[in-house]
């Protein structure tokens, strides 16, 4: 870089990082060279250190080599790296006391780093015994402008159970309100409140549940009681909060790097989360083949959101259920659940039903009269696998109309998931970034007319196109290089920034 005028901050100042006690740091002192030394805590350093006359923001740092003390500030240190002392040795003019230095600093460099590491691994040990830390609440809480609706006596529904019901208002009943996921109210239901079976979210009947360790999945909830199919496992219990309060928090957990998400809809308008405040529910794995579900019940005017059964359920067991997540952005999430019929990705419908569905969808086709369509309706299919390297995971996929491609972020060279509608290099020239007219089959090279020319030939794989990256004979075989090249020859990706809020937005 060229010299800055003025006042410059280096990146570590500009993002707010700070030194701390000790770590190894090389220090810049009057005409002496750059030397290694060790911050120290005011209090523990000498008292004829501790009297010297310093500035606000200073602090003590202890030479090595000469073992001297120092006041010094930030802008005359910069962090010490573990390869330091190779790079100065091979430097001349050095004396022994400097080359004793080196010795001490990488010495005492590589016993920090061993406490460090063996201070993390019992702090990894001590989290991987219990759950993660959130505040435990009983009820919704509402957050913000968000209200918590209350119905009036009047306009709650009376069931049709009769008093002299063994059990009313049960599972097997005839309760109207139960078949229209109505909870009865105490003042208006024909039974008292200890004989009515369909208050379960008021009275908080919830199974015997306990949170455990899963393999490979995190944390997950199993039941310490056997279920029927039908019941009442738990009540999902979090935050609510409105539409544009999730979207922040979910730009401020992708910013952050976060990828667990304890949110679920409740209306079109507002959304439990069930992150920094919840119950065991929130710990509930996803599940391809899930043994439970959630229900959406009225209760006392307001929505609720319930756990039931989809089966009868042994002690011991794992509670799933099927997240239904609808993808944010450009991201897809991998699952784990194991299941047979894994689709691989949440939110992405499980191999079997799609296979019923299709059958479904055959049988109808037979029994009723052909309609000529018009319009066909085009399904928009991403494609499992990145076209760079080809293998799975999180993926990035076009929004072009008709193309199936997906890519790793880091084959695109990117660091986030670009914003807004994004289209892949596979549609821009390799050469001079115009649209392109000609594309290789096999890796996201193409060209446009004023590059196209020699740049394909025709495969043996029915004549798709490659290019000069494949074997024309064997374009999937070893010989062609596949990796490297392709996420070399990828043109610089640009990426829509988000607008600042405030910011007017532009076409």
Same mark, same amino acid.
């Given at each position: ?144 402008? !968000?209200? @918590? +609706?209350?119905?009036?006596?009047? $306009?709650? #529904?009376?069931?049709?159970? *009769?008093?002299?019901? /063994? ?20 003042? !208006?239901? @024909? +039974?008292?409140?200890?004989?009515? $079976?369909? #208050?379960?979210?008021?009275? *908080?009947?919830?199974? /015997? ?29 979090? $935050? ?268």
């Amino acid at each position: 870089m060229e010299t800055p005028e003025g006042a410059w901050s280096c990146s570590d100042c500009r993002a707010g990082k700070k030194p701390h006690y000790k770590q190894i740091v090389w220090v810049k002192l009057g005409n002496y060279r750059w030397w290694p030394a060790e911050i120290c805590n005011p209090r523990l350093v000498p008292s004829n250190i501790q009297s010297l006359r310093h500035d606000v923001g200073d602090f003590p740092v202890f030479f090595f080599g000469s073992h001297d003390y120092y006041w010094i500030n930030q802008g005359r240190v910069f962090p010490y790296v573990e390869n330091d002392k190779n790079f100065v040795t091979g430097q001349i003019n050095i004396n022994k006391t400097f080359k004793k230095a080196l010795e001490e600093a990488a010495r005492r460099f590589q016993e920090l780093k061993a406490q460090r590491e063996s201070k993390e691994a019992l702090e990894q040990e001590r989290n991987s015994r219990k759950p993660p830390p959130y505040k435990l609440i009983k009820s919704n809480k509402p957050v913000g402008k !968000v209200q @918590v +609706h209350v119905a009036d006596l009047s $306009e709650i #529904q009376r069931c049709n159970c *009769r008093p002299t019901d /063994e059990h009313p208002c049960s599972l097997h009943s005839q309760c109207l309100n139960r078949m229209l996921q109505y909870e009865c109210h105490p003042q !208006v239901c @024909v +039974h008292t409140r200890e004989s009515c $079976e369909n #208050q379960c979210f008021s009275k *908080r009947l919830y199974a /015997e549940t306990e949170v455990i360790q899963t393999d490979g999945r995190g944390w997950g909830l199993s039941t310490n009681q056997a279920l029927r199919k039908g019941d009442f496992v738990t009540e999902y219990v979090g $935050e609510v909060i409105d539409s544009e309060e999730c979207q922040q928090r979910i730009k401020r957990a992708h910013e952050n790097h976060v990828a667990d998400f304890y949110m679920l809809t409740l209306t079109k308008d507002r959304v439990i989360d069930a992150g920094p405040k919840g119950n065991p529910a929130r710990f509930m794995n996803h599940s391809c083949s899930p043994n439970c579900e959630t229900q959406k019940w009225t209760v006392n005017g307001d929505v609720r959101i319930g756990l039931f059964t989809l089966c009868d359920i042994e002690a011991q067991t794992e509670l799933t259920f099927n997240y239904n997540l609808h993808c944010v952005g450009n991201r897809r999430s991998s699952c784990h659940c194991g299941s047979e019929n894994c689709s691989g990705f949440l939110g992405v419908q499980p191999t079997s039903a799609v296979v019923m569905e299709k059958e479904e969808k055959a049988r109808n086709a037979k029994l009723k009269p052909k309609k000529r369509r018009l319009r066909p309706e085009s399904k928009h299919c991403h494609e499992y696998f990145c076209f760079c390297c080809g293998e799975g995971g999180e993926l990035v996929m076009c929004d072009r109309k008709e193309c199936p491609k997906a890519y790793h972020l880091h084959c695109l060279n990117l660091n986030k998931p670009p914003y807004g509608r994004w289209e892949c290099p596979w549609h821009d020239c390799s050469v001079c970034g115009a649209p392109a007219s000609s594309l290789c089959d096999f890796c996201p090279r193409s060209f446009c007319r004023e590059h196209e020319e020699g740049a394909l030939t025709s495969s043996s794989l029915e004549g798709r196109p490659c290019c000069s990256s494949h074997n024309p004979a064997s374009p999937l075989g070893s010989n062609s290089s596949l990796t490297l090249p392709r996420r070399s020859a990828l043109s610089p990706v640009s990426v829509k920034e988000e607008p600042e809020e405030g910011e007017p937005a532009s076409e």
